[in-house]
């Protein structure tokens, strides 16, 4: 008799309704992995819900990062749940200014960073406890290159820049005090990937992005817990 394969447990992916967050989901449901997939609106997912369709191991769960009410709700769906990687995909680019003086939208940066940088860490806080029942343990931040203060070398972006920077040293922190409940933490650049931010003209799939990204957390020791990688490997410079 063959032996049954068992499902692997568990990832749970914010934004997983296009881009790098459906491929993640496709990606590890296709592996076997129990997947929880969160979006804004499920209803509107048509590609998400066609996986879900075709994988029984796919919940899809209505989730906008910066709704305290929509995350409790989460957590208490999950409350029996084991996450063994946590990835904070969601995020947004909403920067429409060139760099000179004088057009700065303060209501789009403060969006920005409710999205990008409170938003990965209320998933985090809220979810800790189910990712530290499972047997990997890890949390999974999808930052920038742009967050990257030392490799700033032109004007404008400051949203997006100063939102990804915030979200890296409050990972950076948070690493520190889950290394207490043996939880890693992991920050990727995805590279430059053919997703609606990126544009058609990429140099990069999203399949080999996630794909790159993958392999970092299937290789991600302890010692690597709050560093800022690509998803080649190579490390970024704060």
């Known amino acids: 008799m063959a032996k049954q394969q068992t499902m ?6 914010t934004g997983a309704n296009r881009g790098l967050g459906l491929e993640w989901v496709r990606q590890y449901v296709q592996a076997g992995w129990r997947v929880y997939a969160t979006c804004r609106r499920p209803e509107e997912a048509a590609e998400l819900k066609a996986l879900a369709g ?8 209505r989730l906008d990062v910066t709704d305290g009410e929509q995350l409790h709700t989460l957590q208490l769906d999950l409350e029996e749940a084991r996450i063994d990687v946590l990835v904070n995909n ?3 680019y ?3 200014f060139s760099g000179d003086l004088g057009g700065i939208d303060y209501e789009a940066w403060q ?10 860490v209320r998933v985090t806080e809220a979810l800790v406890e189910q990712v530290a029942r499972s047997e990997q343990r890890l949390v999974v931040a999808i ?3 742009m967050g990257s203060i030392a490799e700033i070398a032109a004007p404008g972006n400051y949203a997006y820049r100063s939102s990804k920077a915030a979200l890296n040293a409050a ?15 992991l920050l990727l650049h995805p590279g430059w990937a053919q997703t609606r931010m990126g544009g058609p003209g990429a140099p990069l799939s999203v399949e080999q992005s996630v794909q790159g990204m993958r392999a970092m957390v299937e290789r991600f020791t302890p010692q690597m817990s709050g560093a800022f990688f690509r998803y ?5 410079p704060w």
């Open 143 to 145: 930052t920038s290159h």
């Open 232 to 236: 080649n490997g190579t490390e970024i």
């Open 90 to 92: 969601a995020g947004v």
């Open 111 to 120: 969006r920005s960073f409710a999205v990008n940088t409170l938003g990965a």
């Open 171 to 185: 990972m950076k922190g948070l690493s520190h005090a889950l290394a207490q409940r043996h939880i890693g933490v």
């Open 94 to 96: 909403l920067d429409k």
């Open 8 to 13: 692997k447990t568990g990832v749970l992916v």
């Open 54 to 61: 075709a994988h029984p191991g796919l919940s899809v769960h």
